[in-house]
């Protein structure tokens, strides 16, 4: 069984920077691309962005310039290192993963239960 568990969010000040962590748990023979979305109220959720395991980075228009993902392949776990946050960053923010647990021979696609991240004054 695989867990994915995001850690790092919470309330920041526009202008201000957050990093979240996800960390991938459990059988897991090989994480391949992982990734950050997120979902405001009453929207769609939104690719933020996504890392390969050689490091090849991906990200939303939204974002760009202004966050950082990064990602540790020996700890299954990604970064996203979030600077001059606006209030319309505010999204509950999702880990995504491409896994191959060592019960199957498929990658399956996990995703983590979500972390609330508000930029508010």
């Known amino acids: 069984q695989v867990q994915v568990v995001e850690s790092g969010g919470g309330l920041v000040q526009p202008g201000g920077s957050l990093r979240l962590s996800c960390a991938a748990s459990?059988?897991?023979?090989?994480?391949?691309?992982m990734g950050w979305y997120r979902q405001a109220p009453e929207n769609q959720r939104e690719r933020i962005a996504t890392?390969?395991?050689?490091?090849?980075?991906n990200y939303g228009d939204s974002v760009k310039g202004r966050f950082i993902i990064s990602r540790d392949n020996a700890k299954n776990t990604v970064y996203l290192q979030m600077n001059s946050l606006k209030p319309e960053d505010t999204a509950v923010y999702y880990c995504n993963a491409d896994i191959l647990p060592t019960s199957t021979g498929s990658v399956e696609e996990y995703w983590g239960q979500g972390t609330q991240v508000t930029v508010s004054s």
């Open positions: 890392i390969t395991r050689s490091n090849i980075t």
């Open positions: 459990g059988n897991i023979f090989m994480a391949f691309t």
